[in-house]
Structures are given as structure tokens and as C-alpha cells.
């Protein structure tokens, strides 16, 4: 199934129902989406990063800033960090609905197999969108079935529309990638390493 970014971004009638749900019913439809995240949970600094799968600066961060920020940074336990899905279209929704579909184990290496690959699974006007995901995914042990269902499944979609509008709302989000340093610092942009360590070395009050 080929679907174009061009004319299917999320617009506001998108996220109506999603509100509105939010005011009055459960949250995702009782889908948990659980934490995605790569670090120690007592790290000095938690950095949760507002991403499309669709984004070429969220996938420039990922190749250019991430291995350097995940070596010196996340694993010598000087912060975690947390993605958090901002999909800004119905590609990037059902690429993030089929991550969120992995184990938590898989997650990290898909969603990087994803940014690395754009050109070929969202930027290729000829291609089949899905298909090239399912590609993809099968690298990470999913088959297309799996795919299918987990860009059928309402409840998931629902789930992380939600989460965006929660990081509208709480962190006025409204570009990607964002971080958010801390509580409440949300720094929008695809950040250098140096500009990065020095948010998380400000955010640890060190």
C-alpha cells in the first residue's frame, strides 16, 4: 500500500477524537504503550526526545549526534533517554505502530534501521510504503501479518496519537525532533553533540 506524506499529514480533525477521548474515555483504548527507552532508571538526567519516523532532521540526529550521545553519555549512566512518538503524518503513525509493535529489546534497532533507511521506505514515490517497512521489520523478526495487524490495530494508533497530544499539551511540542531536559527544558532542533552534552550537564545542575 503506497500512501503519500504529502496528503496525509495529521491534521487537527485527526486529533479531535483523540481529545475528546483523553476528556472522557480511556487512554488508547486500554493499550499500554510502555516505556521505550535506553540508559539506567536512576540516571542523574532523563532526556525524552519528541520524534517522527518521517523527519529528516529527527533522522540526521540519529545518525550524526545519537551513537556519540548514546556512548558518552548514556552508557557511562549520565542520562537515559526516552522516545517519545510525535508522528507528523500517517507514514511516520503506521511505521511508529509497527515499532511499538517489537519488544522493547528491538525497538532502539528498528526505529534507527527506519531513520537510516527514509529514502527508501518514505521519500520513494514508486515505492510500496508498507511493504518497505515490512522489509524492514523481518530484519527485527516480525513477518508481514504482524505488520498488517499492528497498522490495523485502533488501539494502538489511538494510544500514540495520544501521546502526541499529551506533548502538545505538556511540553508544547510543535516541531521535530524536540527534547525535553528534565522537567520541564524542552529545547526544539537537530542538536549538535556539544550543544546536547551541555543541556544534559545544565539539566544535572552540575
Known sequence: MSLSRRTL????????????????????????????????????????EFFSLTCTHCAAFHRETWPRVKQELVEKGRMRMVWRDFPLDQLALAAAQVARSLPPERYEGFIGALLSSQERWAFNRNADNIAEI??????????????DAAINNEALRRAILEERLKAEQQYKVSSTPSFAFGASKVVPGELSFDRFSQLVQEASGA
Open 9 to 48: 499529514m495529521l491534521a487537527p480533525a485527526v486529533l479531535l477524537p483523540v481529545a475528546a477521548a483523553a476528556q472522557g474515555t480511556p487512554q488508547g483504548g486500554g493499550v499500554d504503550l510502555g516505556e521505550r527507552s535506553a540508559g539506567p532508571a536512576n540516571a542523574p538526567v532523563t532526556v525524552q
Open 134 to 147: 515490512a522489509k524492514i521489520a523481518a530484519l527485527a523478526g516480525m513477518n508481514r501479518q504482524q505488520v
